[in-house]
Structure formats: structure tokens, C-alpha cells
């Protein structure tokens, strides 16, 4: 089946420096991803939809400047936070579905662990 | 808006059969979810429903009641590995596949 991939898992990294996650799907191609934050002990929540070949759509309260997202080709997507700082250390989680496929194949990636010391 | 409601956690124990609810309140409503996270992992897909009535697969069911704005997961014959955090998501017309998110139920099984 559709599969997600997400790199890396997990990433420490000093604060003021940038990090970037990348989600991929491996045997489909997608023209839309969705980008996810959860905080410990909470749900997952949208930051944005990553559109192929244009800008992405962020959703409320979530700054542009400060994660920002690629979906260069039809298999990719990078989420890259700027200026790390320690209030952004959570899960970031990305999903993807293939075009035309049912709703339960909405595949999400196994996440990304991010810890700004 | 949309507002997601399920209860934080629950107990139950091994061989038991036990019910998750989810009440929710949206728009343009375009079919809910539930889905199964363990910590640090992805959600894995348990179910979805669009239309009112029971889907039952295996040991899971789930139901959906549109006029109500309500939906429940039924785990039958529990077993340890059930422990987890279960996920109900709403998606709408507008928002596609892009799910709204429950808080989540962390379900303990105990022997």
C-alpha cells in the first residue's frame, strides 16, 4: 500500500538555528500534503497544506516566515523552522493521500520529534 | 470553527468491550474519523464514516449519528496492545483531507 515517509525522526538542535523535516510519499504521488504539530499529551493540529508547484496555506496563527514549506515535486515536501526556539520543540507529523484514492487512504508519516535546547 | 469533544482518558480491562464518543459541531460536514496513535508514532487509519449507521471491522466499530453531531468507537474483546490514544477527526467540505483533530482518548487496558 501508499506509504509516507518522514525524515528524520527525531532532531535536537540549539536555539536560533533552522532544522528541516521532510515528508515523502513513496509509491504515489501527491499533489497536496498536510502539515501537523502536537504538543505533548494533546492533539495533532493543522499548520498548513502544502499545495505542488505553489505556495502553501497556512492556518490561522501559524507565522510563514517562521515554518516554512516546499512541495517542490510531486513526492516531496519540506518543513523548515526558522530560528528554532524552545516553545517549538513537539511532534511534527505530515500526511499525504493519492489522488482519486478512498478516504482511508490518508497516509501520515511517522513523525518528526524536534527538541530546541 | 469546530469543536471536537471526547473524553481524556479511560480505563478498561482485557476481554472487555469498551466505548469512545465523539461529539462534535461543524460546518459543511464531509465525514469523521478515528484513528489509533501510540506514543511518539503516526495514527494508523481505524475507521471512517460518512454516512449515519455502524461500520464494523473486526474487533473495532463505529458509529455516526450527522443530525446528533455524534460518533462512537467500539473496541470489542480488548487486549494490551489496545492501550493508546484514539483520535477522532472531522473533515469538511472545504478543508478536504485536511482533518480536524480531537484531543484524543488515552484508553489504558489492564489485565
Known amino acids: 500500500g501508499a506509504v509516507v515517509s518522514q525524515h528524520p525522526s527525531w532532531v535536537i538542535c540549539k536555539s536560533g538555528t533552522s532544522v528541516k523535516i521532510e515528508c515523502r510519499s513513496l509509491d504515489f504521488q501527491a499533489t497536496t500534503m498536510f502539515w501537523y504539530r502536537q504538543f505533548p499529551k494533546q492533539s495533532l493540529m493543522l499548520m498548513a497544506t502544502s499545495n505542488e508547484g505553489s505556495k502553501a496555506t497556512y492556518e490561522q496563527g501559524v507565522e510563514k516566515d517562521k515554518f516554512l514549506i516546499n512541495h517542490a515535486s510531486l513526492t516531496l515536501s519540506t518543513l523548515t523552522v526558522t530560528s528554532a526556539h524552545p516553545e517549538d520543540s513537539s511532534f511534527y507529523i505530515c500526511?499525504?493521500?493519492?489522488?482519486?484514492?478512498?478516504?482511508?487512504?490518508?497516509?501520515f508519516g511517522s513523525g518528526t520529534q524536534l527538541s530546541v535546547l | 470553527g469546530q469543536n471536537i469533544d471526547q473524553p481524556t482518558e479511560m480505563t478498561a480491562t482485557e476481554g472487555a468491550i469498551v466505548q469512545i464518543n465523539c461529539t462534535y459541531q461543524?460546518?459543511?460536514?464531509?465525514?469523521l474519523f478515528w484513528y489509533q496513535q501510540h506514543a511518539g508514532e503516526a495514527p494508523t487509519f481505524l475507521s471512517y464514516n460518512v454516512l449515519d449507521g455502524l461500520e464494523e471491522k473486526g474487533r473495532f466499530s463505529s458509529f455516526l449519528s450527522r443530525s446528533k453531531g455524534y460518533s462512537y468507537l467500539l473496541l470489542k474483546e480488548l487486549q494490551m496492545k489496545d492501550s493508546a490514544s484514539y483520535l477522532c477527526a472531522v473533515s469538511t467540505i472545504n478543508s478536504g483531507y485536511a482533518l480536524n483533530f480531537g484531543k484524543g482518548t488515552s484508553l489504558l487496558v489492564t489485565p
Open positions: 500526511s499525504a493521500r493519492e489522488p482519486g484514492a478512498l478516504y482511508e487512504k490518508l497516509f
Open positions: 461543524t460546518s459543511g460536514f464531509n465525514g
